[in-house]
């Protein structure tokens, strides 16, 4: 190409992209200041505890002091803390503190820097599976990301799983007020699970996962809550869910992430009693691409790329579905599995909720 072939330069719009890329480059190095703070415990001791100044939050957190200035000047750039020039003191607002210090607020983000902190661990399986085509097992990744992941979507669960989501399902809260068979499907560290055992005391949850590590984690936290004989936890893929009956099947965020969704929807269908139900809850996104090209949309199809799409790459069949697939594209999936009714029946702005019957 010569130099006359070069395109000429609208200086504007490469001010605007230069600027916006600065801001991104902030976000980046600060991601992982985010994760140092939680990991720390640098937030949850300056949560409600006033200004202060970093002598003080070292010496409560027992870290260095130099280090924790300089965090602190990052979060003070950033707007995560507020700086006091004349007391030399930075304060952590309540606000930011239900984001990032507060892991029972419906709003708790910390998880998804974690989750995220993962994902950059594996750069270097990620430039061999984009070079190659191959996928990512759940078992590959860096351990944050089991951990991660259930802080990212335990909030969400907390605050609308019992109080809206259920309440949604046609009929389904009364069976589970009387005693209820339920199973759910890629459960991970059994948030959902244990959430919805500790409401319904009348009902069984069984937990499967093709991860051993997270089922542990699962068990432990089952035995804690009080709930080891109410929720049980067990290894197995969605393809070979065990029993039949269920008056429940859920999903949480994780259809998406099987090598087989149709597959795994059917055996689900299989399973369930002639009136059961299956919860279908997957990120919230639209139809087309275009729809989603947005905050939240750039945050999932980036965790889409580094996790679920590789997940799914690596098992059989190797769909590939994404986390963005939309609701037109999930109802389409549990329509070839045999599901004749599906209908959205609520939805968060990170979250659509699906109900979906075999008749």
């Known amino acids: 190409m010569t130099t006359t072939d070069v395109p000429a330069l609208d200086e504007a719009k490469l001010e605007a992209f230069v ?9 980046a190095i600060s991601g992982l200041l985010v994760h140092l ?20 939050l070292a010496e409560r957190t027992g870290t260095a002091e130099r280090y924790v200035r300089e965090w ?28 990032v210090a507060n892991e029972d607020s419906p709003v708790f983000l910390a998880g998804a820097f974690e989750t995220i902190a993962a994902c950059y661990a594996d750069h270097a399986v990620l430039l061999d599976a984009f070079r ?18 259930v802080r990212l979507f335990r909030p969400g669960y907390a605050a609308h799983l019992v109080s ?3 309440p949604a399902l046609d009929g389904v809260v009364d069976k589970l007020r009387a005693g209820a068979r339920v199973a759910d499907v890629g459960c991970g560290y059994g948030a959902s699970t ?3 055992a500790r409401a319904f005391e009348h009902s069984t949850f069984a937990g499967f996962d093709i991860h051993q590590p997270s089922i542990r984690s699962a068990r432990a936290a089952a035995a804690e809550a009080g709930l080891r004989t109410r929720a049980t936890f067990d290894v197995a893929a969605a393809q070979d869910l065990p029993g039949h009956g269920y ?11 099987m090598g087989d969704p149709v597959g795994a929807a059917r055996r689900i269908r299989q399973a369930l009693a002639p009136d059961g139900t299956l919860l279908l809850v997957e990120p919230n996104a639209g139809d087309a691409l275009e729809q989603n090209l947005n905050p939240v949309g750039r945050t999932f199809y980036g965790l889409s790329t580094a996790v679920c799409t590789p997940g799914s790459l690596a098992q059989e069949v190797g769909l590939g579905l994404g986390a963005q697939a939309g609701e037109h594209r999930l109802a389409a999936v549990l329509g070839e599995a045999g599901f004749s009714r599906v209908r959205r029946v609520a939805e968060t702005p990170f ?5 979906a019957r075999p008749s």
């Open 37 to 56: 703070g939680d990991r720390l415990g640098l937030y949850k001791t300056m949560a409600g505890a006033g200004p202060m100044t970093s002598a003080t």
């Open 194 to 196: 244990i959430i919805m």
């Open 19 to 27: 600027g916006q890329a600065v801001l991104d480059m902030g976000a």
């Open 72 to 99: 602190l000047a990052n979060q003070a750039a950033g707007g995560y803390v507020v700086y006091d020039p004349a007391g030399l003191t930075y304060e952590l607002p309540a606000e930011q503190a239900m984001v």
């Open 164 to 166: 809206e989501w259920l």
């Open 247 to 257: 008056d429940l099947v859920c999903l949480f965020d994780t259809l998406h992430d």
């Open 351 to 355: 979250s659509i909720v699906l109900e």
């Open 132 to 149: 190659t085509g191959a996928g990512i097992g759940w078992h590959a990744h860096d351990e944050r990301l089991f951990s991660g992941v």
